[in-house]
Structure formats: structure tokens, C-alpha cells
């Protein structure tokens, strides 16, 4: 049964948590699986990852301002991807790697996914600022599932407020390696998430994120 959670909750048990319900939108939920993979299989998934996918920095515009993206990212999937000022033209040429874990997590979450924006935070200082996943190419309630390798990362959810009235409900998943974690439903449209800057000192992560993209002009309310 999914759990209701708290403003401001920290998150590392495996659980279907409901962010929010709302009669305009419907609910918002996030399923996170700390034990997706075993260890043995995160270490090498990493290392097949490392050595079959090239990663690449990308100029895109925050708040009016050009710059690299404080990551680096490879795209794989059958349409274009659009965020921002970055566009990821159509990739078939999925490495093996990604081919068996899309297989693996396709299985585990009943879902067809076509596509993956694999990013590399390389250290302390690499991030991603607070955005919402909602890209028309995506659907109305788009499925997010990601899966984290390598160094823990702190993944935080706010809730949209356009008064700033609730910018203090917060959720935090540590997200460690070999984890799974998939936003579903209203979550796109109601909140948005981050992968905060590390003060200390940390090593590379690898994170996964699968989705379905559907081709330009689709009217589907998916």
C-alpha cells in the first residue's frame, strides 16, 4: 500500500510513496527500490557503462544564461529529445549494457520504455538545478524510472507553487548505487526535483534515466 509522506522527510526505505493528490492533476508517486540491483551487478553495470557509452558536456540556458551543463550526458532512443536549449537527435545504437538493464527494468515496472538520457556526475562540483521532466515528447503523465550508479546522491523533490508558498515541502532520496527510483502519475506537473552540489569531496555517478518518447505531433494523452 502506497505511504503518504511528511514535508521535509528524508527517504531510504524501499516503498510506493504518494507526494500528493490533487482533483485538477490526480496523484503524484514515487516508487524507489534500494535494492534494484545486487551490488556485484551495480559494480559492473558501471564499469560496462564506463566502457561502452561515450559522454559528452552540452551548452545549454539557465535562468538567461548560457553555459555548460554541470554534467556530462549520452542520449539513446528511436525520437529527438528536446530540454531547453539542447536537442538529442534519434540514437539506435544502444550499447549492450543499456540494452540488458532496459530489458531488466521493463520487467520490474511493467512498462514500455524506448529511451535514456544516461548523465555522469563526475565529482563534487557537477549537479542538476531544480526542472521538471515534462518535454510535450513525454506525454501528459509520464513515467520516469532511474537507476543510480556509483557514488550516493542526494535527489530531492519540491512541490510547485507559484506563490513560493510551499517551497518548504521537500522530499530527499539518497539515491546509492544499484537503486531504483520512478516518478509516475502527476509528479512531473506538480513537483520537480535536483540532484544537489556535494560540499565534500565524492566520487563519479552514473545515473540512468528511462522514459518513453513519443514522435513529434503526437496528440495522445498518455
Same mark, same amino acid.
Given at each position: 500500500?502506497?505511504?503518504?509522506? $511528511?514535508?521535509?522527510?528524508?527517504?531510504?526505505?524501499?516503498?510506493?510513496?504518494?507526494?500528493?493528490?490533487? !482533483?485538477?492533476?490526480?496523484? #503524484?508517486? /514515487? /516508487?524507489?527500490?534500494? =535494492?534494484?540491483?545486487?551490488? @556485484?551487478?551495480?559494480?559492473t553495470l558501471f564499469d560496462q557503462?564506463?566502457?561502452?557509452?561515450?559522454?559528452?558536456?552540452?551548452?545549454?540556458?539557465?535562468?538567461?544564461?548560457?553555459?555548460?551543463?554541470?554534467?556530462?550526458? @549520452?542520449?539513446?532512443?528511436?525520437?529527438?529529445?528536446?530540454?531547453?536549449?539542447?536537442?538529442?537527435?534519434?540514437?539506435? %545504437?544502444?550499447?549492450? @549494457?543499456?540494452? #540488458?538493464?532496459?530489458?531488466?527494468?521493463?520487467?520490474?515496472?511493467?512498462? =514500455?520504455?524506448? #529511451?535514456?538520457? !544516461?548523465?555522469?556526475?563526475? =565529482?563534487?562540483? =557537477?549537479? /542538476? #538545478?531544480?526542472?521538471?521532466?515534462?518535454?510535450?515528447?513525454?506525454?501528459?503523465?509520464? $513515467?520516469? @524510472?532511474?537507476?543510480?550508479?556509483?557514488e550516493t546522491r542526494q535527489f530531492?523533490?519540491?512541490?510547485? &507553487? %507559484?506563490?513560493?508558498?510551499?517551497?518548504? /515541502?521537500?522530499?530527499?532520496?539518497?539515491? !546509492?548505487?544499484?537503486?531504483?527510483?520512478?516518478?509516475?502519475?502527476?509528479?512531473?506537473?506538480?513537483?520537480?526535483? !535536483?540532484?544537489?552540489?556535494?560540499?565534500?569531496?565524492?566520487?563519479p555517478r552514473i545515473n540512468l534515466?528511462?522514459?518513453?518518447?513519443?514522435?513529434? &505531433?503526437?496528440?495522445?494523452?498518455?
Open positions: 500500500m502506497a505511504e503518504k509522506v $511528511t514535508p521535509k522527510k528524508i527517504i531510504t526505505e524501499s516503498g510506493d510513496y504518494i507526494l500528493s493528490e490533487t !482533483c485538477s492533476n490526480g496523484k #503524484s508517486s /514515487v /516508487v524507489y527500490i534500494a =535494492d534494484f540491483l545486487s551490488a @556485484a551487478e551495480s559494480s557503462i564506463q566502457q561502452q557509452v561515450t559522454f559528452e558536456s552540452f551548452t545549454n540556458t539557465f535562468d538567461g544564461v548560457t553555459e555548460l551543463e554541470p554534467k556530462q550526458i @549520452a542520449w539513446y532512443g528511436e525520437h529527438p529529445y528536446t530540454y531547453g536549449a539542447v536537442t538529442h537527435e534519434p540514437n539506435m %545504437n544502444w550499447p549492450s @549494457a543499456l540494452q #540488458s538493464i532496459k530489458t531488466k527494468l521493463e520487467e520490474q515496472i511493467n512498462c =514500455d520504455l524506448n #529511451s535514456v538520457l !544516461c548523465n555522469l556526475y563526475r =565529482d563534487k562540483h =557537477d549537479y /542538476v #538545478s531544480w526542472h521538471t521532466d515534462g518535454e510535450p515528447e513525454l506525454g501528459l503523465h509520464p $513515467t520516469i @524510472a532511474s537507476v543510480s550508479l556509483g530531492v523533490l519540491r512541490r510547485i &507553487n %507559484n506563490n513560493k508558498e510551499n517551497n518548504d /515541502v521537500t522530499y530527499t532520496f539518497p539515491l !546509492c548505487a544499484g537503486s531504483l527510483l520512478v516518478m509516475k502519475g502527476a509528479t512531473q506537473q506538480d513537483w520537480e526535483h !535536483c540532484i544537489l552540489q556535494e560540499t565534500q569531496e565524492c566520487q534515466t528511462f522514459r518513453r518518447i513519443y514522435p513529434p &505531433n503526437h496528440t495522445g494523452t498518455d
